[in-house]
C-alpha cells in the first residue's frame, strides 16, 4: 500500500504545484489618456503590468485578420518599431531582463506559461489543460501577422511579445516572448530584422519596476 500512496504522490505533487505561483497578484485599472481605452492592470511581484494587449491604433499596427472584432479581444499586432513607442506616457515596452524577471518569478520557464495564459479553452486551444492564469496576467492567443505575405498566423494557439531588447547591440535582431496552446513553458527567441517587421502583441510596463 505505501508503494502505491508514493507512486501517487509523485503524480499529484507537480499538479499541485501549477495552481500556487509565489504569492498573489494586485489588481488596478489605468485609462489611456490618448484615447480614453481602460486597461486591468495587475502587480506580480514588483513589476506592474497591463493586464491585456495593448490596443492603441498607431501606424504599423494592425487587428488580427484586419477585424475590429479581434482588436477588442486581443489588442493590436504591432511592429518591433512601432511597439517600441507605442506604450502611453509613465509606462513601456519592457526589456528582455524585464520579462526574465516576470518569468522567474513565476517558478522559471518551464512553468511560467501555465500561471501567464488564460484558463480554459474560451480563446486558447483545447490543449491548454494545464493553465492556470494564477499570475493574472491573462495573456491570449492573438497569434500574428506575418510581414512577407501580409498575413496572419496563429490566433488561439500563440502568443507572441514584443520587447525592447537588440540581441548583441544589433538592429537585426531583437528578443521577445512566446507562449503557446500546447506547452506550460514561456520562451524567449530572437527575431530576425525581417521579423521585426512582422506584427506581435505588446504588454506595457509600468515605468520604475524594480526587480525581486
Request: proline letters at 3%; glycine letters at 8%.
Amino acid at each position: 500500500m505505501t508503494k502505491y500512496l508514493s507512486i501517487l504522490f509523485i503524480f499529484i505533487v507537480p499538479f499541485s504545484a501549477i495552481a500556487q505561483p509565489k504569492g498573489k497578484p494586485i489588481f488596478g485599472t489605468f485609462t489611456d489618456s490618448r484615447d480614453k481605452k481602460s486597461y486591468r492592470t495587475v502587480t506580480i511581484g514588483n513589476q506592474t503590468w497591463f493586464g491585456y494587449n495593448l490596443n492603441y491604433k498607431c501606424t504599423d499596427s494592425w487587428c488580427y485578420n484586419d477585424s475590429a472584432d479581434y482588436c477588442k479581444t486581443y489588442g493590436r499586432l504591432y511592429t518591433q518599431t512601432a511597439a517600441r513607442t507605442a506604450c502611453p506616457n509613465g509606462w513601456h515596452l519592457p526589456s528582455a531582463d524585464e520579462w526574465q524577471t516576470l518569468i522567474n518569478r513565476l517558478g522559471g520557464k518551464t512553468l511560467a506559461g501555465n500561471y501567464l495564459k488564460e484558463a480554459g479553452s474560451d480563446h486558447w486551444k483545447g490543449a491548454n489543460e494545464t493553465a492556470t492564469n494564477a499570475s493574472g496576467f491573462k495573456a491570449l492567443p492573438a497569434g500574428y501577422r506575418d510581414a512577407l505575405s501580409n498575413r496572419f498566423y496563429k490566433e488561439g494557439e500563440e502568443s507572441v511579445f514584443w520587447s525592447s531588447s537588440k540581441t548583441n547591440n544589433s538592429d537585426n535582431y531583437s528578443w521577445s516572448f512566446f507562449l503557446e496552446y500546447s506547452s506550460g513553458s514561456a520562451f524567449t527567441d530572437n527575431i530576425t530584422l525581417s521579423n521585426n517587421k512582422n506584427g506581435y502583441s505588446v504588454r506595457c510596463l509600468k515605468n520604475n519596476a524594480t526587480a525581486p
